[in-house]
Nanobody, 121 residues
Framework: VQLQASGGGLVQSGGSLRLSCVAS????????MAWYRQAPGKQRELVAR???????EYADIVKGRFTISRDDAKNTVYLQMNSLKPEDTAVYYC????????????????WGKGTQVTVSS
């Protein structure tokens, strides 16, 4: 199983980016999906999470600016980031809790390699 994140880049303050994270493999279904980020010298932090029934959770610092969504048919989670600020600069990582069979009681967490987001002032 591989998670491939994309959509990062360099953007000016106030701009927007849309991140995507696609899981490949023989996937049965997914529980939670999430985006984290890690800035230089800081710990990795949760940015947003979405459950299998669509409930969302956001870090306070991104509420109202970022939107997480998912497309289970495509095994993909998205992060729409608007009104970006220089402090949003970080490597963004996705994870997905995946099952590969109807017999899997517990989902396993997989991480993508990260995509760099840089916001200039």
């Amino acid at each position: 199983v591989q998670l491939q994140a994309s959509g990062g880049g360099l953007v000016q303050s106030g701009g927007s980016l849309r991140l995507s994270c696609v899981a490949s493999g023989n996937i049965f279904n997914a529980d939670d999906m999430a985006w984290y980020r890690q800035a230089p010298g800081k710990q990795r932090e949760l940015v947003a999470r979405i459950t299998s029934d669509g409930k969302t959770e956001y870090a306070d610092i991104v509420k109202g600016r970022f939107t997480i969504s998912r497309d289970d048919a495509k095994n993909t989670v998205y992060l729409q980031m608007n009104s970006l600020k220089p402090e949003d600069t970080a490597v963004y990582y996705c994870n997905q809790e995946l099952r590969f069979s109807v017999y899997d009681v517990h989902a396993m967490i997989y991480w993508g390699k990260g995509t760099q987001v840089t916001v200039s002032s």
